[in-house]
Structures are given as C-alpha cells and as structure tokens.
C-alpha cells in the first residue's frame, strides 16, 4: 500500500499563490499514478490534475489550466500542486491520491487525509 500525506494549505488573499506537497510511502513511487482532487463544503469531490508514472503528460481540470500546474520528484517521493492566480472559488480540502495505472480513467484508490486551502476576497 501507499500512505500520503498533503501540505501546504493556508489562508490567501485573491491572486495570491500557494505550493501543496504530498509525501508518498510505502512502495516504489515510480509505480503509481499521482492525481490532486479537491471539495468545497457541501459540494462533491472534483478532480483538479493528474500526472503519470513516470512524470511527463499531465491533465487539467479547466477550471484550473493555466493557473495550477502538477508535477512530481520520483526521488523525493513527492508530488506537488502549483497554484497561481488563485480565487475564492478555488477554496476546498486539497487531497492527493494515487493509483497504479496510467489508464485516463482509472481508479484512485490511495487517498491523503487533506489539506485546506482559504482564498479571501
């Protein structure tokens, strides 16, 4: 299995930018798919990003391209989430997730516990 873990959640003002991490245990990391997801209170889960196995291709959500950027240290164990130009809409629980395919619409099925980020204004 795989344990993660996010960081870097706060509280910013309208246009501001913030960097989450998440921190990947457990098996080779190399092996896994890593995806970032986010929910805002009473609304579902939504996907944001995701990059592959292996780094390279990524994938947007279109409310955030060109503002969010995702990408991954294989010898960090690590996976990051640049968000840019950030709005009041973007405020949600962060969560990092990661799954063993590369296929477009496979299953997430390792989850990290969240981390809050609060755009003001």
């Known amino acids: 299995q795989v344990q993660l873990v996010e960081s870097g959640g706060g509280l910013v003002q309208a246009g501001d930018s913030l960097r989450l991490s998440c921190a990947a245990s457990g098996r080779t990391f190399s092996n896994y798919g890593m995806g970032w997801f986010r929910q805002a209170p009473g609304k579902e889960r939504e996907f944001v990003a995701a990059?592959?196995?292996?780094?390279?291709?990524?994938y947007y959500a279109d409310s955030v391209k060109g503002r969010f950027t995702i990408s991954r240290d294989n010898a960090k164990n690590t996976v990051y989430l640049q968000m840019n130009s950030l709005k009041p809409e973007d405020t949600a629980v962060y969560y990092c997730?990661?799954?063993?395919?590369?296929?477009?619409?496979?299953?997430?099925?390792?989850w990290g516990q969240g981390t809050q980020v609060t755009v003001s204004s």
């Open positions: 990059i592959k196995r292996r780094g390279g291709s990524t």
């Open positions: 997730a990661a799954r063993g395919s590369d296929y477009p619409y496979a299953e997430y099925v390792y």
